[in-house]
């Protein structure tokens, strides 16, 4: 996970500005809590009113019906609001989490493929699955409840104090020593919740990592001592688990010791008051109806309060959670000074004419440097026209991969600027084929309809059989449904970077960057490629591509050589 920490503050205002882009739905949330915590009062209410008559004033059936019908109203209103209020809460919590994952995916796509790349991929799925998810509790119980907890008590304490001061003021008394807990308990949860998601998104990272280098692990005779790193780390989440369910199950045992103490005393009170042993205050006017009524509504007006506390390790959550992704979305500053690119179109302005035109792809003053003082690229100027093949050469470390990925939009170069076509680098729609090809579990299609959802059977066939696959798909029962992994198990690494290429011929892109596409390759595979990259050409692409192979370099009609920080002609 990122190193960088960010602030609890920060990470409310984050939390805030998400809430306040729900407004209307929180709203709808806490105005159906109301009203259920309304018809609560009225169905004790009634409650009282049918146990007084009944028993203090024996009232006939009939005088009891419209009462016993009220109450069946209340509980069925009270249900019908909980419905309402649960359905709208989920509602909010679906609108922020869905703003918070276009915020991530957002931040992705600008930092690039190589800036995220930094990161493992299971920290990355973690925190898209997992840390969004940890908001939904915050939006969808806590953030509601904290405003039902003060209105709903409210009610309660203002009939009560119409029944009998005296008990109103024991609630009124009791009442804030559950929040102020909560807060105690509250300050520590936080932090530790920050800890739980650190540490599962590393584990996560780690285990991944483990798992797809099993078969290195395995020839190196590393795997007991990769198993044990991953328990210690298990170990490690687990005892950070417990010791955030202890401080979970402490607070709410804190709390309803609190509260039943509270409502114990004002039970001793009304018991007291009814059998006459209280001269003090009001309670020699306590009758059946207003003892009963202000015993049945004590747990009430504890209840939002108590749900509130259960709900703050949701807060707690949402605040560990946040400050991860907040770090996460922080990070674009780094990764933008490593040299991502933002990807929305069309924003810079063009500068100078002959890099600009839309017959081609101009670098103006190009310079990058990972460190400073070791420029890769130096104040580079290049014009590549339409339909070009151009090979890249030069020592290893000269920069032909930087260039390419300056060209992609991956990178962002220092000064200078890049344009394709008339369009900004990374705004423009490539074909790309990395060192090593990109493959997700799932059919040969699969991996083609990736970059082309809408192309036909026959047209996957037909770039198949233009990387050379033709024989392997005809050799294959289920053709090109044919199951690949995503590090390319059920191909050969060559017939796999095939499929990579494949992919090029169906999105029928006009710029095609290569980086080094013969490279580990056996001599079929190469013979396939080339006879690839030639059709490709004659197809009128452009292609960029670095290499050091002999026949590519002959396919070329333009080899520029990459080294000490210049590009030239050779
Ligand atoms: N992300 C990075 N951080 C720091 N330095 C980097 C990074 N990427 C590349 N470099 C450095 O930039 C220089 C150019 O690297 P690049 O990969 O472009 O070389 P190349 O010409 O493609 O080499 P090869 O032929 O071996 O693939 C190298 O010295 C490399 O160490």
């Known amino acids: 996970m990122t190193e960088t920490r960010v602030e609890s503050g920060a990470v ?64 069925v209103f009270r249900a019908i609001a909980q419905g309402v209020q649960t359905h709208l809460a989920a509602r909010c919590s679906e609108q922020v989490r869905r703003a918070a994952r276009r915020q991530i995916h957002r931040h992705w796509r ?75 308990v509250g300050m520590g949860a936080e932090k530790l919740n920050q800890q739980h998601f650190e540490t599962i998104s590393r584990l996560s990272g780690q285990f991944l990592d483990k798992v797809r280098g099993l078969t290195t692990l395995q020839l190196f005779g590393q795997t007991d001592s990769a198993a044990e790193l991953i328990q210690q780390r298990s170990d490690h989440y687990r005892r950070i688990t417990l010791k955030t369910l202890r401080i979970a199950f402490l607070s709410s045992a804190v709390l309803e010791f609190f509260a039943s103490v509270a409502i114990a005393v004002i039970a001793i009170y009304i018991g007291f008051g009814l059998l006459g042993y209280i001269s ?51 990070d ?111 059919t040969w299609a699969d991996n083609l ?12 066939e037909t770039a198949l059989r233009n990387v050379g696959l033709g024989p392997l798909l005809d050799s294959r029962e289920d053709g090109i449904f044919s199951k690949v992994s995503e590090d390319g198990q059920g191909l050969s690494g060559g017939q796999a970077r095939r499929l990579s290429l494949a992919r090029i011929f169906v999105a029928d892109y006009a710029v095609i960057l290569l980086d080094e596409p013969t490279a580990g390759l056996d001599s079929d595979s190469e013979i396939f490629v080339l006879e690839a990259l030639r059709k490709l050409a004659l197809a009128g692409k452009t292609l960029i591509f670095s290499t050091h192979h002999h026949a590519l370099l002959a396919l070329a009609n333009r080899v520029l050589l990459v080294s000490g920080g210049e590009v030239k002609d050779v």
Not at 292 to 311: G, N
Not at 449 to 459: C, E, K, Q, W
Request: charged residues 15%.
């Open 110 to 184: 600008n930092s690039g493929p190589l800036a995220l790349g930094q990161t493992s991929a299971g920290s990355l799925a973690r925190e898209w699955i997992d840390h969004v998810e940890a908001l939904h509790g915050y939006f969808a119980r806590f953030l509601p409840q904290m405003m039902l907890s003060l209105v709903v008590p409210l009610l309660i304490l203002v009939l009560v104090f119409y029944l009998d001061w005296l008990a109103g003021i024991f609630l009124l008394l009791s009442a804030p020593l559950i929040p102020l807990f909560m807060a105690l």
């Open 449 to 460: 309809r990736l970059t082309s959802p809408d192309v036909s059977d026959v047209a996957i």
């Open 12 to 75: 409310r205002r984050w939390l805030s500005e998400l809430a306040s882009g729900n407004r209307r739905w929180i709203q709808g949330t806490v105005a159906t809590g109301i009203l259920a915590g309304i018809a609560t009062i009225i169905q004790m209410v009634f409650l009282a009113r049918i146990v007084h008559l009944g028993v203090v004033e024996q009232a006939p059936a009939s005088v009891l019906a419209p009462l016993f019908a009220g109450l069946v109203l209340a509980i």
């Open 280 to 330: 003090y205050g009001p309670s020699s006017d306590l009758t059946l109806f207003s003892g009963l009524l202000i015993l049945l509504l004590a747990p009430e007006f504890f209840q939002p309060l108590r749900t509130l506390s259960q709900y703050y390790h949701d807060r707690a959550a949402a605040l560990g959670a946040g400050a991860e992704i907040l770090a996460r979305l922080g």
């Open 332 to 442: 674009q500053e780094s990764a933008s000074s490593a040299g991502s690119a933002d990807h929305d179109v069309d924003t810079e302005p063009l500068t100078t004419e002959s890099v600009t035109d839309s017959e081609t792809i101009g670098l103006n003053s190009v310079s990058l440097a990972f460190r400073s003082g070791h420029e890769v690229l130096n104040c580079v100027s290049l014009a590549i026209r339409k339909g070009d093949v151009i090979a890249l050469t030069g020592p290893s470390g000269g920069g032909k991969s930087t260039l390419l990925h300056l060209l992609a939009g991956f990178l962002t170069p220092d000064s200078g600027d890049i344009h394709l076509f008339g369009k900004p680098a990374g705004s423009f729609a490539f074909g790309w084929l990395g060192q090593s090809g990109f493959l997700v579990h799932g």
